[in-house]
Each structure stands twice: as C-alpha cells, then as structure tokens.
C-alpha cells in the first residue's frame, strides 16, 4: 500500500509563487519517475512536469521557465515550485509517483488526491 499526500496549495495573484510538496509512504522499495498534473475545470487532465529517480526533468511548455520540479529521495518527497503564476494555471494539481512496492517488488503507478490552485486577481 502506497499513500500520496499533496500540500501547499491555495489562492495566490498573478505573478506569485506557491510551492507545492507531495510525500509518499507506504510500502516502498524504491521510486522511479515522480510527477505533477494538473486539471482545470471542463479539460482534460495534462502532465506538467516530470522527475527521474536520477533528477532528470521534463516540463510542458506553457510552465517552461516558470516552474522547477525536484525531489528528495530519502523523503521520499517531491516538490513544484510554481513561479510567475498566471490565471491559466489555476487548477487542481495532483502528484504521480511510478513506485516499485515492497511485496513482491511489483511496479505500480500512484496518485494523491490533488490540492487546488486558484490564480486570480
């Protein structure tokens, strides 16, 4: 069993800064990619930005340069700093972990249950 707990969102106005924590916690052997969603109301789902185990990165375009993904794997922990927010972010975002579990050193795929980011004036 896995558990994903997101914090750190909230109500912020164009330009500001939140910094967004996921910790995992459960039966873990060892994390592989970690990462970050978003979902705004009437879209779909998108992938924001992506860790490797190793700290290699990936982001969408529309955050490029704006925001920073990184982790600390004896946390277990992953963190997105979220600068120069704009009111097209706002949306619930939700942490991902692809997760090599203890029992029978299976992989599994887990989410948290999203924290909310409202970008608004």
């Known amino acids: 069993q896995v558990q994903l707990v997101e914090s750190g969102g909230g109500l912020v106005q164009p330009g500001g800064s939140l910094r967004l924590s996921c910790a995992a916690s459960?039966?873990?052997?060892?994390?592989?990619?970690m990462g970050w969603y978003r979902q705004a109301p009437g879209k779909q789902r998108e992938l924001v930005a992506s860790?490797?185990?190793?700290?290699?990165?990936n982001y969408t375009d529309s955050v490029k340069g704006r925001f920073a993904i990184s982790r600390d794997n004896a946390k277990n922990t992953v963190y997105l700093q979220m600068n120069s927010l704009k009111p097209e972010d706002t949306a619930v975002y939700y942490c991902?972990?692809?997760?090599?579990?203890?029992?029978?050193?299976?992989?599994?795929?887990?989410w948290g249950q999203g924290t909310q980011v409202t970008v608004s004036s």
């Open positions: 459960g039966s873990i052997f060892s994390i592989n990619a």
């Open positions: 991902n972990a692809d997760v090599m579990v203890l029992r029978h050193l299976r992989r599994g795929d887990y």
């Open positions: 860790i490797t185990s190793g700290g290699s990165t």
